[in-house]
């Protein structure tokens, strides 16, 4: 983790966020990063940790439209993204937006529901747009989408295929807060909530002038490099059934530029690819069975490849 000075509005975005969800500021900092980079996050947690609330938090702090669209076995593709309805008055057809018409969409639960409706959430999250009836209609901009999924053992639930797993810039766990959190949780649950209290702190357009920003962080093409060694590290290493893609590299590499950003720099450092990998790539490859039975996660095998990686050392500033 960081020690620098963090970008003054950034930071005005996590001190919103952290008024309504106790610790947990790395979960805040990475959904920040995906949200900049113009990435979505899927997290993998147990209901009731505080993510709605993560949520409004960080759509309030930039002025944003939330949407929560609650997944269930029978939630159907045009639930989420609209339908044309036909207008006997009008004669002809008007199309009724979905809960995917907003700019922060916490889709919950994602891995409940059928793979159909799942792949009309990912079309939206991939184009940028829906099509019904033969007609695309275009997302509004920004466009974030922070996807939760239980963890893979509960019953009744249907798994991203990989392709889809692709779609997410990051993936993380939130986890349960420690004894302290839960107590200050209880103290905070006694009062208002702090959400209401919230205030903008900055405007979309604002904030979509900080995503153009964040492309214009420079990366030395040692870095790039760097980037493409771990990548493909994943590839050939010995518990890896299937190693991430491209995409993997062109997500670190986002990642890299927004959070150096966030950090008040406009160049990446190999840290912030260090620190990132695990995020980036960890849902991204397949480990065999023999990895799985040892009980290695997918985070720790991108660790020990990283490890492994000779890491650029010419000082890379512009």
């Not at 500021?25 to 505080?50: K, Q, T």
């Not at 839960?182 to 900055?202: F, G, S, T």
């Not at 991108?302 to 890379?316: D, E, G, S, T, Y």
């Amino acid at each position: 983790m960081s020690h620098e000075q963090m970008n003054p509005t950034i930071e005005k975005i996590l001190e919103n966020i952290e008024k309504v969800m106790i610790g947990k500021r790395n979960v805040a900092e990475l959904s920040l990063v995906a949200f900049l980079a113009g990435g979505h996050v899927l997290l993998e947690d147990v209901p009731g940790v505080g993510k709605t609330m993560m949520v409004r938090a960080l759509a309030k702090s930039v002025n944003a439209n939330f949407r929560r669209i609650q997944f269930t076995p029978d939630l159907l593709p045009s639930d989420v993204t609209g339908v044309s309805i036909y207008n006997p008055k009008e004669m002809e057809f008007q199309f009724r937006p979905g809960p995917l018409m907003g700019n922060i969409i916490l889709a919950d639960e994602i891995n409940r529901t059928s793979p159909k409706t799942q792949s009309a959430l990912l079309e939206g999250m991939e184009e940028a747009s829906v099509t019904i009836d033969g007609v695309t209609h275009k997302l509004p901009k920004p466009f974030f989408v922070m996807a939760t999924q239980n963890p893979i053992e509960y019953e009744g639930t249907y798994p991203l295929p990989e392709a889809q797993l692709d779609r997410f810039l990051l993936k993380m766990k939130m986890g349960y807060p420690d004894i302290a959190e839960e107590m200050e949780v209880l103290n905070r649950a006694q009062k208002q909530p702090p959400i209401e209290d919230l205030y903008p702190v900055i405007d979309l357009e604002g904030l979509l002038a900080l995503q153009q920003e964040i492309k214009e962080v420079f990366v030395d093409h040692t870095l790039k490099r760097y980037i493409v060694d771990i990548v493909s590290g994943t590839r050939s290493y010995r518990g890896v059934y299937l190693g991430a893609s491209p995409r993997g590299s062109i997500a670190l590499m986002k990642a890299a530029q927004a959070y150096a950003y966030m950090y008040g720099r406009d160049y990446c450092l190999p840290d912030d690819i260090q620190y990132l990998a695990p995020f980036v790539l960890g849902h991204r490859i397949i480990l065999k069975s023999e990895a799985k039975f040892e009980g290695i996660s997918a985070e720790e095998v991108v660790n020990q490849v990283v490890a492994r990686i000779h890491v650029p050392v010419k000082r890379l500033v512009k």
